[in-house]
């Protein structure tokens, strides 16, 4: 099934590098994790469902780290 069997698990964690190229096969509650280059830093930008609202509490507001 070329994985798609691992993202309907409803216990643990998938990680999906490249999930930009599969989006019709990820469930809609999801937390999405980027990483950008900052020179010699990196930023992290947390994007999640209504679950994940806690991401709003975070230093620097709604997920830009």
Do not use: Q
């Amino acid at each position: 099934d070329g994985g798609g069997s691992w993202l309907a698990e409803e216990a643990g964690v998938t990680v999906v590098e490249w999930a930009d190229r599969i989006p019709d096969l990820l469930p809609s509650d999801r937390l999405e994790v980027s990483f950008r280059s900052l020179g010699p830093g990196r930023r992290v930008h947390l994007r999640g469902s209504a679950r994940f609202g806690w991401i709003r509490d975070l230093p620097g507001g709604a997920g830009g780290h």
